[in-house]
């Protein structure tokens, strides 16, 4: 067993050496700097899938800059020469640093009148190679992609003059009554910022990026000067976030300052910066698979006081490097503190016979010595049924299917861009001389789009969506072995009498699993809508069942935008003729021997809240869509940063699920729900139909309103799952006029909602960390009514909090007595892999 640990630890310290050489050069290869599983989901020899393509080489143009950009944008009135795709360097910016490049970047982005927009004013900025000198900030807008290519990233240099303004504000202050909770739609992806000519002793920054759903941040590199006080990324305005993804961060006092309702950090890399990541606001925080290579203060600090806010803390797969402390919390260890677990955590010392230090409290008192070993998982806070833990060790058994075998880390993939692939393995859905496709959000390109979508696999081409608003009234099919990718969220649209019955619900969109012999289907930046009430309409459905079915920053909205008759057609008070769609997302039951897996990643899931285009006058949103995220599959699937919002019977139902990961997910429940609402859940819909095991609020007693909610998270019948930082939140009673009065539910004692998660009796070895949730009598109800988690009883972060819920985790990992369990059995757990333990014995032994 020694001999095994160690050659898996030499394996990984080299791969690790790899990663930290490779973080050095300018330019990020996407294939290369993450772990890869075996095998290998996202790179493939082409002879694997098909003859004809794609075939990799070696191009010296990404592909992005030389396809035709001829897609529509169907709601600019104003400008008859409205052009969404820009390049930068059209405007004036300077690629050779000799100039000031401000001023042209911020025309690019603005021109256009697009101040205020937010969907019908898209703007995808091209930044060529080369090095841009910037004197002040680059103002992103709503509905912005600004992206550089991944074969040549490109330099944004801030000048010295540019002081302590970021050189990219991602903060919009023209949506919402400046609120970032409406900053949607930005990206910034394949650039390097460089903060390495301002003084060491100014408190410079790299990115502010205050915003909220929808928003990818990946495959970025920002550098500063080492020993200074600058900070790569900062949250100054707050926001919603959801992940930020594959960035390396070099220099500088701190890496990532962590300022948001919840977040999601994945794949980030830091290098001899003093602290890697501060938390001073997350009512939840998911952190996978960091490395933090010292010399370096700590890994990752939590703060307290001064207005800092930090609630539930989870840490997977992290490698902390010679640092004086893995983790470093400012707040004495107490009941109603931030909790932290740390799932997979590895910490060394730079100094022979130093001691290492996992985590360490204000005081100086070390909580933990070292990190924590294979198989088990270190919990501080609150836990059920223990009670409140100050810092326990509880077995882990990771399902072998959800983690890498080489090195026991659970798997992750970053965002494909194809830049391996040239201009001739890309085919557009605008450009087929056999199949005209519109997007103009009026002709019917269903019928079209699939013929192109059949012809491309069958040559395995890469087939690219142009921006547009694509109508379709019947299920767009993605063939198994397909890669489509979008513009800024090129949406696809369903309608008409396809998707009206309820009880015979069809796809919008159709990722097809099911044939073998073609290992990956991938789809990103798209986005998927309804033009019209559509009962009948699920708008993702995923068959995984023989392929490797990944999805990245991909988004389903229903109501609020121009392009939709919802939006108007849903602002009565009473949403019971507003039955605008049957579900999001649906991932259905697998077929014995399925050899499929499903990764998401970036998925927002949304049903409209508030309008986001038409003013003024603007209609109040009271949609009934029945069910958000309904996962049925036993094949391996990873959710990674996502989110569902305001759906009537439940955000997220795992049903007879097995093989789940899930890092970083949130909900929040529908507004007009609540206290005085003209409806209860399951209305306007019909609960209890065990086709789709909708719950049916039989424990709710007559006249109370706030038991009638929709469920933040439904489990039943699930096996093998763990889970980290799940963020349920609710706001509001009835809130159906636009007048958003009384947010926290202060006239009715805090509390909006009864319950917000429900676990049933036959749930076996379900790990569930880091959960929290908002002004809800109970955090987590159980079968008929035993054991409620309740908020009074596990007070923090945004109001009640668990650092673990071990009831249904299996026996000896929970405890207690076993009488008044929900039902779980307990079975002793076994072992993670040796991995992470391997890596830390190999730095044991050259200490």
């Known amino acids: 067993m020694k001999t095994l640990s160690s050659f898996l630890a030499v394996a990984l310290y080299t791969t690790h050496q790899h990663l930290i050489s490779a973080a050095s050069a300018y330019q990020l290869d996407n294939h290369h700097h993450l772990p890869v599983i075996a095998p290998s989901p996202h790179i493939i020899e082409s002879r694997q899938q098909c003859n004809g393509g794609p075939t990799e080489s070696n191009p010296t143009k990404w592909w992005r800059t030389e396809i035709a950009h001829n897609g529509t944008t169907p709601y600019v009135t104003t400008d008859s020469g409205y052009q969404y795709y820009r390049t930068v360097t059209d405007y004036g910016a300077d690629p050779s640093g000799g100039k000031d490049s401000s001023e042209a970047f911020n025309l690019a982005i603005t021109s256009g009148n697009r101040t205020g927009s937010v969907t019908t004013h898209p703007v995808y900025l091209s930044i060529p190679p080369g090095t841009y000198l910037i004197s002040s900030p680059i103002n992103l807008l709503v509905n912005t992609f600004l992206i550089g290519s991944p074969l040549s990233l490109p330099t944004l240099l801030a000048s010295p003059s540019l002081g302590i303004k970021p050189v990219i504000n991602g903060y919009d202050p ?85 300022g948001s309702q919840q977040y999601t950090l994945k794949n980030l890399r830091f290098k001899e910066v003093e602290t890697g990541i501060q938390v001073r606001r997350a009512w939840v925080l998911t952190v996978i698979g960091v490395t933090v290579v010292g010399p370096c203060k700590y890994g990752l600090e939590i703060l307290s006081g001064n207005g800092t806010a930090v609630g539930a803390v989870s840490v997977i797969d992290a490698v902390v490097m010679d640092c004086e402390a893995g983790i470093n919390i400012q707040r004495g260890v107490e009941k109603g503190g931030s909790s932290v677990v740390l799932d997979g955590f590895t910490v060394s010392s730079g100094s022979a016979g130093a001691d290492v230090v996992g985590v360490k409290a204000a005081d100086g008192n070390v909580l933990l010595k070292g990190g924590v070993p294979a198989g088990q998982v270190w919990v501080l806070g609150n836990t059920t049924p223990e009670g409140y833990q100050t810092g326990k060790l509880y077995p882990l058994r990771r399902p072998a299917n959800l983690v890498d075998s080489s090195t026991g880390k659970y798997f992750t993939a970053p965002l494909p861009q194809y830049e391996k692939y040239d201009i001739s393995q890309i085919v557009s859905v605008t450009e087929d001389p056999d199949h005209k496709v519109y997007g103009d959000n009026q002709h019917d390109d269903g019928p079209a789009i699939n013929a192109i979508l059949a012809k491309a696999a069958n040559n395995c081409k890469i087939v690219f969506f142009p921006q547009g608003i694509y109508l379709t009234k019947t299920t767009i099919r993605v063939p198994a072995g397909s890669r489509i990718v979008g513009e800024v969220f090129s949406v696809i649209s369903g309608t008409g009498e396809y998707f009206a019955p309820e009880d015979s619900p069809q796809a919008v969109v159709l990722l097809d699993g099911s044939s073998r012999g073609t290992p990956i289907t991938q789809m990103s930046d798209m986005l998927i809508t309804v033009e019209d009430i559509s009962p009948g309409a699920i708008l993702l459905q995923i068959n995984g069942t023989d ?11 229903v109501g609020g935008s121009i392009d939709t008759k919802i939006t108007n057609a849903c602002s009565a008070a009473n949403p019971e003729k507003c039955k605008a769609a049957f579900a999001l997302l649906h991932l259905p039951p697998s077929t014995a021997g399925s050899t499929g897996s499903v990764y998401l990643e970036d998925i927002w899931g949304w049903v409209a809240d508030h309008a986001l285009d038409v003013v003024p006058n603007v209609p109040a949103q009271n949609i009934a869509v029945g069910r958000g995220a309904l996962i049925e599959s036993t094949i391996p699937t990873w959710l990674v940063g996502t989110s569902f919002e305001h759906c009537v019977l439940y955000q997220y139902s795992l049903r007879n699920a097995a093989n789940i990961f899930i890092a970083g997910q949130q909900t929040e429940s529908p507004y007009w729900q609540g206290k005085g609402t003209p409806l209860r859940a399951p209305a306007p819909w019909t609960g209890g139909q065990n086709q789709w095991g909708d719950p049916d609020w039989g424990h709710c ?77 109970n955090l987590v109800y159980t079968e008929g009514g035993k054991n409620l988690v309740k908020q009074s009883e596990v007070p923090g972060g945004w109001g009640a909090m668990l650092a673990a819920y071990l009831r249904s985790a299996g026996e000896g990992g929970a405890g207690g007595d076993g009488d008044d369990d929900s039902g779980g059995r307990r079975v002793t757990v076994g072992g993670l892999a040796l991995g992470i333990g391997g890596l830390f014995a190999f730095w044991m032994l050259i200490r």
């Open 547 to 557: 392929t490797q079915v990944q999805v990245w920053n991909t988004v389903m909205r």
């Open 174 to 258: 023209h949506q919402g009554e400046g609120s970032p909770n409406k900053n949607f739609y930005i990206s910034l992806r394949n650039v390097v910022v460089s903060t390495t000519r301002i003084p060491s002793n100014v408190k410079a920054r790299g990115v502010d990026w205050s915003v909220s759903q929808a928003c990818s941040l990946t495959n970025v590199r920002i550098i500063m000067p080492r020993g200074s006080e600058h900070t790569g990324i900062t949250m100054d305005f707050g926001g919603s976030g959801k992940i930020i993804s594959d960035v390396t961060i070099e220099g500088g006092k701190i890496g990532v300052v962590v």
């Open 701 to 777: 007693s007559g006249d109370d309103d706030q038991c009638y909610r929709a469920w933040g998270i439904f489990l039943t019948g699930v096996t093998d799952a763990v889970v980290h930082g799940s963020a349920m939140w609710v706001f509001f009673n009835k809130m159906d006029d636009n007048m958003w009065k009384d947010p926290q539910c202060l006239e009715t004692g805090g509390v909006c909602q009864t319950n917000m998660a429900y676990v049933d009796g036959s749930s076996e070895r379900v790990n569930w960390f880091s959960l929290s949730s908002k002004s809800s009598a």
